[in-house]
DNA sequence: CTGTTAGCGCCTTCAT
DNA sequence: ATGAAGGCGCTAACAG
């Protein structure tokens, strides 16, 4: 009955500038103008094409602007996983800065091989640049290879001759050891899930670091499986720490999980510090000890440093920002006591 | 020194398919035809296209082809904010599906007006589909406005012409008040953060169900300031009650987090539900009873059902999907008891 | 099954 | 400051 109205025709693509510049009374080319280019045009013409544009309800058509000129408004984002809140957050901020500035982010979750594949599809999408974490030879070389300008972030790479967005990963995780190992602890752990990147590089060197400063008396313990995470146990792994850093606040939880489950009791039987702040954490009894590492400035920055970088024209030399992160003590912590 | 090799002509855009096809030794039309058409070409034609293809690391040039056929293997992804996990978990179903599919999303975050500029922004890029959350009117007429097909996920709305993914929040709200009711709780409250919504609405609605089909002695408060969620403070308006239905993970910490600083006990003085539920709840002491919306699945669907109507030539009529929650009892819920 | 022909909507010289 | 013409890379009719 009513479907009448359904036009059949699916070519019912819109109103081009073509019947913009029609209705303006100007040549297609002025009405490009426009639209684009801020000097050879009168502010008058201008005014009559935008207006004919808005009566229209006229889009300028960016595929179709990309053919002729290359550019197209769209940035790549290539992160591991949304369901992570820090690179949820990284993306956040991406969002934030982008839109702003006017571009659109096709965003690829995906981590090792995926990635690869995730810039094989922003470049049939004709993508040019990419925000992208964690890095990786491979993706490196791949964004080489596509000629995208890109961005890191959260990690870095000693091959990289892009912009990066990193942290202090070595140096905050060598002061909270010091911090614990001061507090009386003779036995450390850092937990760790990630893949091997700079990030998790910097952090096991810093706490070894830490170790090694210290007197012979402590001892640091590394627990870095690359497997599932989802079926990992990290209590047994501990080996009597008293004092444990943990990577992410997907492993803060899982270990408070078993902590409780087995009668170990924070911070009593350990003291607990989360690499990752998040709200849950100071709800917590106790209240858990977190690094804030700031990923939501971290993908403001990114995308504020890309976008420079599309717009500069003059090809500077590549930059790193580093993020200060904020070391939040609450009651997860305590000095070491014989049990 | 070494800029010599930087290409000064930025025009370098790589191979084409009339590159492909000379080498591939056939028309354009039959090299295109290798990519789409899976019909008519014949299998060693194709082979050798592609073989073209890849020794050229020749790459389809969407934005092109859209010129012509008007698709372009983009789904526009509107969500409000992915540092909200239920959010971020919808958005990572989405892109698992969407990913398989051969799809890219691009994704825009924003609320409220921002929803509907980002429509206009999807249309400028010539996006034909969009998965959306929450639901106006708004944002439902910007996208019939842009003749988009469209998924909303979460939320429905009774103008609503097209496909939607939702849950039971009636329902389940309804049954763990009623659930609380039995356990002798005489003053509930339902705290909710969100702007009104079909699932708000829903969830309200059930509320007040089970709270009516009590006897006058329960009565129910129903707590929704449309204000900013950051500087709410939930435990003053609980007026009393000793059992509340948190209306999302971020209200669930906060409250938690309120109740621990005034010597609130949980479940001994409140009974805590979270709708939602995140892996922290169950490290908690007591655990934090909670409803799994499944988001994850949610974006599975949603996806499932914009690419199948992407698809699918028969204009079928639209389907609501509805996801089943999972309830998960834990410690923070107990019989009620005089203080 | 394959080639030919004509644009899709826009931008960019080159004139004027 | 504006107009005319050609082509960006691809696909959809149509022939053959």
């Given at each position: 009955m009513a479907s009448a109205d359904r036009t059949v025709d699916s070519a019912d693509r819109g109103p081009t500038l073509k019947d913009v510049a029609r209705l303006a009374e100007v040549s297609r080319a002025t009405a490009s103008r426009a639209f684009a280019d801020h000097s050879s045009i009168a502010a008058a013409t201008r005014m009559r094409v935008l207006d004919a544009a808005r009566m229209l309800g006229y889009t300028l058509n960016q595929p179709a602007r990309s053919l002729k000129s290359g550019r197209i408004g769209l940035v790549g984002v290539v992160l591991p996983d949304l369901r992570d809140p820090f690179y949820a957050h990284i993306a956040a901020g991406i969002d934030e800065v982008l839109q702003d500035q006017g571009f659109a982010m096709i965003m690829i979750m995906g981590r090792g091989g995926d990635q690869v594949a995730a810039i094989e599809r922003l470049r049939s999408h004709r993508v040019g640049s990419v925000i992208v974490a964690p890095t990786s030879t491979a993706i490196i070389s791949a964004i080489r290879a596509a000629k995208l300008v890109a961005v890191h972030v959260h990690t870095t790479h000693h091959s990289l001759v892009s912009d990066c967005v990193t942290g202090y990963d070595y140096e905050v995780v060598r002061g909270i050891a010091a911090e614990l190992i001061t507090l009386g602890?003779?036995?450390?752990?850092?937990?760790?899930?990630?893949?091997?990147?700079?990030?998790?590089?910097?952090?096991?060197?810093?706490?070894?670091?830490?170790?090694?400063?210290?007197?012979?008396?402590?001892?640091?313990?590394?627990?870095?499986?690359?497997?599932?995470?989802?079926?990992?146990?990290?209590?047994?792994?501990?080996?009597?720490?008293?004092?444990?850093?943990?990577?992410?606040?997907?492993?803060?939880?899982?270990?408070?999980?078993?902590?409780?489950?087995?009668?170990?009791c924070v911070p009593r039987d350990l003291s607990v510090v989360s690499l990752g702040d998040l709200d849950w954490m100071t709800a917590f009894d106790p209240p858990i000890s977190a690094v804030d590492l700031h990923p939501h400035a971290m993908g403001r920055h990114a995308a504020e440093t890309l976008v420079a970088r599309l717009r500069g024209d003059a090809p500077a030399p590549p930059v790193e920002i580093r993020v200060l992160p904020t070391v939040n003590r609450r009651g997860s912590i305590a000095p070491f006591r014989e049990s």
């Amino acid at each position: 009955m009513a479907s009448a109205d359904r036009t059949v025709d699916s070519a019912d693509r819109g109103p081009t500038l073509k019947d913009v510049a029609r209705l303006a009374e100007v040549s297609r080319a002025t009405a490009s103008r426009a639209f684009a280019d801020h000097s050879s045009i009168a502010a008058a013409t201008r005014m009559r094409v935008l207006d004919a544009a808005r009566m229209l309800g006229y889009t300028l058509n960016q595929p179709a602007r990309s053919l002729k000129s290359g550019r197209i408004g769209l940035v790549g984002v290539v992160l591991p996983d949304l369901r992570d809140p820090f690179y949820a957050h990284i993306a956040a901020g991406i969002d934030e800065v982008l839109q702003d500035q006017g571009f659109a982010m096709i965003m690829i979750m995906g981590r090792g091989g995926d990635q690869v594949a995730a810039i094989e599809r922003l470049r049939s999408h004709r993508v040019g640049s990419v925000i992208v974490a964690p890095t990786s030879t491979a993706i490196i070389s791949a964004i080489r290879a596509a000629k995208l300008v890109a961005v890191h972030v959260h990690t870095t790479h000693h091959s990289l001759v892009s912009d990066c967005v990193t942290g202090y990963d070595y140096e905050v995780v060598r002061g909270i050891a010091a911090e614990l190992i001061t507090l009386g602890h003779k036995r450390l752990a850092l937990l760790l899930r990630s893949p091997e990147t700079s990030a998790t590089r910097g952090r096991a060197a810093g706490f070894l670091s830490a170790i090694d400063a210290a007197p012979s008396t402590v001892s640091g313990r590394l627990v870095a499986p690359h497997t599932d995470p989802r079926i990992t146990s990290w209590l047994p792994h501990l080996d009597g720490a008293s004092a444990v850093i943990a990577g992410d606040a997907g492993i803060t939880s899982r270990l408070l999980q078993e902590a409780r489950n087995r009668g170990v009791c924070v911070p009593r039987d350990l003291s607990v510090v989360s690499l990752g702040d998040l709200d849950w954490m100071t709800a917590f009894d106790p209240p858990i000890s977190a690094v804030d590492l700031h990923p939501h400035a971290m993908g403001r920055h990114a995308a504020e440093t890309l976008v420079a970088r599309l717009r500069g024209d003059a090809p500077a030399p590549p930059v790193e920002i580093r993020v200060l992160p904020t070391v939040n003590r609450r009651g997860s912590i305590a000095p070491f006591r014989e049990s």
